[in-house]
């Protein structure tokens, strides 16, 4: 079982993350009534402004998360088939069989074998294993650019399938939930990013979240310093960004306290209903971004230490900035962290991500806000 809250062990670990390269780091952890809030580190490199706790922070992929329990209250209300095709809601969006052969669930475990579209919207970046041909240039040249979903749909769902439909390991791509974000628009009448701030935001409570119709952060916020593996020396501010590359996929702006306050309802059974839970939990091997297999459920995925509780949550990075939202799965530790950096890691001769010491330092601050 986890220990008591150590403040002082907590504030050491925080700041071990800012001494070993990251500009800012904040987060909240909780253990049932006790809470904890940290920060370590600037918000601004230049001015040397300190980063808050309750910061505004672009949080990446936990949108996914909101997504999916924004999907998940409509199967609750008989709206959305889990097993249902997705063609049948969007017809010929995913062209040919596959669109007869990919169904909801497939789209929110990433089991639907639909390629990755990032590749084909921003031309100089590269994935693994190719990251040593690859250039930063594409962030500069879209940092204003408006995508539609439709278009950044088309480029992955027209690409070579990385995987046969609800095949595992399944292959984890943002195609997935732009075509989600689509089926929420199609069933409700109304913008996905609409949806999911009624029933998911404005039910939880969340009064500093929000999906973003401009590249601006309100409120109080840092700036966010993309390094792309050493190639953007020193690092620069993405904080400006438009960020419909990715819309209900990864564009969500939340504090630490909003994220612990989301998955500590949902984990409640408050935010979808507990069957829907139970399906939110059942997991998958999924091969990630950075290509580790993990267990990935519907818009979540566990955590496991030997010995402990199960935690459930999810992770996220835009250019620049990173978090993690972990719950334990009875609800009573909850930990939120953001970082205001991203890809720190130097590329070896094979185009791999060589360690780094921010890596051992976050994993570090993970091991003592979940297990103490």
Not at 75 to 100: F, N
Not at 230 to 248: K, L, N, Q, T
Not at 275 to 283: E, G, H, N, P
Request: glycine content about 10%; some cysteine.
């Amino acid at each position: 079982m986890t220990n008591p809250l150590d403040c002082a062990e907590l504030n050491a670990a925080l700041e071990n993350v800012h001494r070993a390269g990251v500009p800012g780091v904040f987060a909240e952890v909780r253990d049932g009534d006790q809470v904890w809030r940290g920060a370590a580190g600037v918000a601004d490199v230049d001015t040397g402004r300190p980063v808050t706790a309750d910061m505004r922070h672009r949080v990446g992929s936990i949108t996914k998360t909101f997504t999916a329990a924004a999907v998940l209250q409509q199967v609750d209300s008989g709206q959305i088939g889990l097993d249902t095709p997705i063609s049948r809601y969007l017809p010929g969006l995913v062209p040919g069989e596959r669109g007869d052969a990919i169904t909801v669930r497939m789209l929110i475990n990433h089991t639907s074998g639909l390629a990755e579209y990032l590749p084909f919207a921003y031309p100089s970046l590269k994935a693994l294993p190719d990251l040593a041909e690859t250039s930063p240039q594409s962030l500069d040249d879209h940092r204003f650019t408006r995508f539609h979903a439709t278009e950044l749909i088309e480029m992955g769902a027209t690409a070579p399938p990385v995987a046969a439909p609800g095949g595992t390991p399944g292959v984890y791509s943002n195609t997935n939930y732009l075509l989600l974000g689509e089926l929420l628009a199609q069933v409700t009448g109304t913008k996905a990013e609409d949806c999911i701030t009624r029933n998911v935001i404005e039910r939880a409570g969340l009064r500093e979240t929000e999906l973003p119709t401009g590249p601006h952060i309100h409120g109080p916020h840092s700036r966010i310093y993309e390094a792309w593996f050493g190639m953007i020396d020193p690092p620069r501010d993405y904080s400006v960004y438009d960020m419909s590359w990715v819309g209900p996929a990864a564009a969500l702006i939340s504090t630490v306290a909003d994220l612990n306050r989301f998955f500590g309802l949902l984990l409640a059974g408050e935010i979808v209903s507990p069957s829907s839970l139970a399906q939110m939990q059942r997991t998958v091997p999924v091969v990630s971004q950075e290509g580790k297999t993990i267990d990935y459920g519907l818009g979540m995925h566990p955590t496991d230490a030997p010995g402990q509780r199960t935690f459930w949550g999810h992770g996220g990075t835009v250019w620049g900035g990173g978090a993690l939202a972990m719950t334990r799965d009875d609800g009573k530790r909850q930990l939120a962290v953001a970082v205001n950096s991203q890809r720190w890691n130097r590329l070896d001769s094979s185009g791999r991500p060589q360690p780094h010491p921010i890596d051992e330092a976050l994993a570090a601050l993970h091991r003592v806000a979940m297990y103490g």
